[in-house]
């Protein structure tokens, strides 16, 4: 009879060690799938950037008749053409997060090798100033804010448009030159062939 109860309580041990361990189990499973709902929600509760059409291509001149500068300048309007749409975050400067003015200024550059000031008024000192009617596809423009200060900046893209971060409500729009917010003072921009502005060898994303 002793030798009964103790296969008995042996048995009974095994038992609830393999109760134990399918337990844990079934606990590590629902915790990793509690996990990759919770991501789940906060992925889906992230804003959509408001949908924006992107504009028909429009001609342009044929590249045997381009510089090299003006060449990198419409390759740094194009790229900067794929933001178009992008959510609008005050500091953000990378597309995960969004783009404030002069943080997309900032990492459109960037991504050729061109290191600017991170602030609108800082990067309105950078470069050489060109003339309105001189403007390429590439150049930045600069708004002042007051008197002295320039409180926003966006692209030119070409054909009489530039791209920019306009606010929370918008996000990255593009804008015609003849668009009445321009009757603020602006001023233009060429950071493309400033040497001291440029600090990496790359010079393209493509």
């Known amino acids: 009879i002793q030798n009964v109860d103790g296969r008995a309580r042996k048995m009974m041990k095994k038992l609830i060690i393999i109760l134990l361990a399918v337990a844990l189990l079934l606990c590590g499973c629902g915790t990793a799938q509690s996990a990759s709902d919770t991501e789940a929600e906060i992925n889906s509760a992230e804003p959509s950037p408001t949908p924006t059409r992107k504009p028909e291509p429009t001609p342009q001149p044929q590249d ?39 943080g997309l200024v900032y990492y459109v550059y960037s991504q050729f090798g061109y290191s600017l000031a991170r602030v609108a008024n800082d990067q309105a000192k950078q470069g050489e100033e060109v003339a309105p009617e001189d403007l390429r596809a590439g150049d930045v423009l600069a708004f002042y804010s007051g008197k002295d200060y320039v409180g926003h900046v966006g692209i030119y893209i070409g054909n009489g448009y ?3 971060a306009m606010g929370s409500a918008y996000g990255v729009v593009l804008t015609s030159l003849d668009d009445p917010y321009l009757e603020r003072v602006y001023v233009a921009r060429r950071f493309i062939g400033c040497d001291e502005l440029f600090t990496s060898s790359q010079q393209s994303v493509y």
């Open 64 to 102: 045997e008749g381009m510089s090299a500068e003006e060449l990198l300048g419409r390759e740094i309007a194009d790229f900067a053409l794929d933001f178009l749409g992008s959510k609008y975050k005050y500091g953000g400067k990378t597309p995960e997060e969004g783009f404030d003015c002069s």
């Open 162 to 164: 530039y791209l920019h």
